[in-house]
């Protein structure tokens, strides 16, 4: 049993900031792979970054750069810091959880994860 509660979403201006923050809760296991992911209103879910339990990080090419993920074993926590916030970043923002071992490439596909937060919203205004 997996359980992600994400937190930290709101409205900002253009360039600003804000860090997301996901609390995992997990039976037994050490979760593999953790992602954030996005969908703005109308639109296909993405990729926006994912860490694996080794530390490898990889990022969509439209936040590279701008955002950082990170997570805290300890606190059992996912964080993403998203800087120089642009409005085409507004979007529902989640995290994702899936124990499995899978490329970097596959890590940013919303299809390979099984395990899902509620969602936090994010909106960034002109």
């Known amino acids: 049993q997996v359980q992600l509660v994400e937190s930290g979403g709101g409205s900002v201006q253009a360039g600003g900031s804000l860090r997301l923050s996901c609390a995992v809760s997990a039976d037994g296991y050490s979760i593999y792979w953790m992602g954030w992911f996005r969908q703005p209103p109308g639109k296909e879910r993405e990729g926006v970054a994912a860490?694996?339990?080794?530390?490898?990080?990889t990022y969509a090419d439209s936040v590279n750069g701008r955002f950082t993920i990170s997570r805290d074993s300890a606190k059992n926590t996912l964080y993403l810091q998203m800087n120089s916030l642009k409005p085409e970043d507004t979007a529902m923002y989640y995290c994702?959880?899936?124990?499995?071992?899978?490329?970097?490439?596959?890590?940013?596909?919303?299809?390979?994860?099984?395990?899902w937060g509620q969602g936090t919203q994010v909106t960034v205004s002109s």
């Open positions: 860490i694996n339990s080794m530390g490898v990080i």
């Open positions: 994702a959880a899936e124990w499995g071992t899978m490329s970097s490439v596959r890590a940013l596909k919303y299809y390979e994860y099984r395990y």
